[in-house]
């Protein structure tokens, strides 16, 4: 073996998503602007009161501490910034998706419910 061409890791990681950032993989929470991760739950907080009936303050509250569970799992999963924004994007949209689809299954429902009361 050569090691001619051997260097050692820098104390930093070898950040840029390489094979370096896998080996160490909580190097990248640190640099994460400390206002990404509230922004990121307000934005989760969004898409979940447009599809959820929320009832006054309570409800709110209780959508909030969804919303930071839901981050706080990803960001501790997560391997690298990149993984972590991937993983909340992908679950956002499956979201989004799931709940468009719920809901007009009910609004067909209730279309249909509603024609049948006046038959």
């Known amino acids: 073996m050569d090691n001619a061409n051997w260097r050692p890791m ?3 990681g ?4 390489g094979a370096g950032a896998v080996l160490d993989r909580g190097d ?7 206002d990404s991760r509230q922004r990121i739950v307000n934005k ?10 929320v009832s006054g303050p309570e409800g709110l509250q209780e959508l909030n501490k969804i919303a930071v569970r839901f981050e ?3 960001y501790t999963a997560a391997t690298s910034q990149s993984d972590y924004l ?7 949209l499956t979201m989004e998706t799931k709940l468009r689809k719920a809901c007009f299954y009910l609004h067909n429902l ?3 419910s509603m024609m049948r009361a006046f038959i």
């Open 10 to 12: 820098p104390s930093g």
């Open 14 to 17: 070898w950040g840029g998503g």
């Open 28 to 34: 990248w929470r640190p640099h994460l602007p400390p």
């Open 44 to 53: 989760i907080m969004e898409t979940l009161k447009r599809h959820l009936p």
């Open 72 to 74: 706080e799992k990803i």
């Open 86 to 92: 991937r993983k909340i994007s992908l679950k956002m």
């Open 110 to 112: 209730l279309r249909i």
